[in-house]
Every structure is written in structure tokens, then in C-alpha cells.
């Protein structure tokens, strides 16, 4: 397995008051493949992601990406993985606003052992034309192309996307999905889709039902739908 979570339990803590983000969570993916997780907002989506992305902590249980316990990891261990591993689209784009979009691009690029050539990238998500604009110049379904192109630039084994298409007409979101869908069938590309759109599930391998931090249902699906068929 690829990806291999295990019981693994959050609690945030504001003042006196304790949220339980996620309790007993399990969930396992293999190389290659795409998991979906569906869940209301506050569900603990964005907090399983942030922790298997090596962004947050876990309280208690195990996370096993690629053989390597991320748990135990020191701060720099965790650095380490994130640069070496993982590509994030996180739900805001968090783009640079002062560097251009080939700059945005090329801070990732630049520590990255395997990346893909800029250009390349630019191509895949239908921005060439764009890469000397800042990104206030830029729609918002293109800020988000340009966060997935700085997700994928360095050819992540792991690729985690929360609310990929949240901000998106129909139209975009399925390119951007199929977009996806081609990185991890030409790089073999682990992909994990965190959203509120049940529809985005007919693209999976897996798909997990999760509510108040519990993962209440696991769905495998052995014939993946292309993004491109998907309708809602
Ligand atoms: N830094 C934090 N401090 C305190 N509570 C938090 C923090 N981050 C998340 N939470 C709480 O943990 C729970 C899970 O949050 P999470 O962000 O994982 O939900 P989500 O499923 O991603 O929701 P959404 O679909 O709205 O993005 C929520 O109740 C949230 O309020
Ligand atoms: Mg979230």
C-alpha cells in the first residue's frame, strides 16, 4: 500500500472548548491510484489531508506513506517528506501575489529533484499564454490552474487536492479533474480529492464517507469513470 492510515485521532483545543477533527480514522490506497473523501463541511476532510500531507499532527495513530511512518518524523523529517513527496492544491490557492506566474511555478520547481520542465506544466493546465501576469491578473479558475501547476511541477508521488473544484464552473472543473486524472495515469501519481460533490466520486478508486471525524463508509470502484464523463 501506498498510503496506510490507521486509527488515527485529532483534537484541536481553542480556550476550554476541544473539537474532535477525527477519531479512529482508517484508510488505505495504493500506488497509483485516486481516492476520493466526501463529507459535510467540518467533517475533518482538510485536518486528514493536512496530516497526511505532513502539515498538522496526529494525536494518536499511524500514517504509512510509501514505507515511511510520517508520524514520527521530527519537524525537519516532516519538511523533508513534504518536498520530497507530496504536491498540495490547497482549498485557498495561496499564490505569491508579487511573482508572476512562471515564478510561482519555478520557487517549487527549484527544490525539487525530478521536476517537470515549466513549459510542460504551463501546457497541461492551459496557461502558456499567461505566464508573465501576476496573479491578480488572473480569473479565479486560472489562479487555480496555476496552483495546480505548482503542485504538479515537481511530479509529487502524492498529490493532495482540497476542494479542487469548489470555485469552478462545470466546464473547468471537469478539465481541471481530468487534468488530474491524466498526471496520475502518465506519472502514476497517488491522488487524493478531498469535496463536497458526490458526483467527483465516479472518478475513483476509492471513496470514503466521512462525518464527524469517522470514516462511516468505504466504496471501491473497479471501473473508475474518465473525468471527462462525469456529470452533476
Ligand atoms: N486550527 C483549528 N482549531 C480549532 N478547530 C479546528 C481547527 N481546524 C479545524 N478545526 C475544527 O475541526 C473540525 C474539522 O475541520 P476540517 O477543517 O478538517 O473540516 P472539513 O471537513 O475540511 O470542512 P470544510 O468542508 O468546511 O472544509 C471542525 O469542527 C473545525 O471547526
Ligand atoms: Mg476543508
Known sequence: MFIEINDLCKSYHTGEIETVAL???????????????LGPSGSGKSTLMNI???????????????????TVLSDDGLAEYRRAKVGFIFQSYNLIPHLTVAENIEVIENISKNPVPLDEVLKAVGISDKKERFPRELSGGEQQRVSIARAIVKNPDLLLCDEL??????????????????ISR??????????????????????????????LDTIVNNTPADAKEIVW
Request: aromatic fraction near 4%.
Open 23 to 37: 477519531k479512529n480514522a482508517s484508510l488505505s490506497l495504493e500506488k497509483g491510484k485516486t481516492g476520493v473523501i
Open 165 to 182: 473544484t469548489g470555485a469552478l464552473d462545470y466546464v473547468s472543473a471537469l478539465d481541471v479533474l481530468s487534468l488530474i486524472q491524466n
Open 186 to 215: 502518465r506519472f502514476k501519481t497517488t491522488v487524493l480529492i478531498i469535496t463536497h460533490n458526490a458526483a467527483i466520486a465516479d472518478m475513483a478508486d476509492l471513496v470514503w464517507k466521512l462525518r464527524n471525524g469517522e470514516v
Open 52 to 70: 497526511l500531507g505532513g502539515i498538522d499532527r496526529a494525536d494518536s495513530g499511524s500514517v504509512k506513506v510509501d514505507g515511511i511512518e510520517i
